[in-house]
């Protein structure tokens, strides 16, 4: 049984993923770990996909009735 804010990856999968405002980013592809944190990867219309670090400060809400998830997009920060 999962605890109360768990989720089966396999249950998000087509979720769409916006932004605090509401709007769309993308859909929700999968979950993968990096041994220290999870991440979700994101489905973007045109671009990469995006990953979103598993973290309360990044996933705003999870909203399995609405098939929605709201999440705060990381910075990037170019390496160069």
Do not use: C
């Amino acid at each position: 049984a999962l605890e109360e804010g768990e989720y089966y990856v396999a249950d998000m999968v087509g979720m769409d993923v916006v932004d605090e405002t509401g709007k769309k980013i993308g859909t929700f592809k999968d979950a993968s770990s990096t041994g220290v944190n999870d991440y979700y990867i994101v489905t973007v219309p045109g671009a990469k996909d995006l990953i979103i670090p598993a973290l309360k400060q990044y996933v705003k809400e999870i909203n399995m009735e609405e098939h929605r998830m709201t999440v705060i997009v990381p910075e990037v920060v170019d390496a160069e």
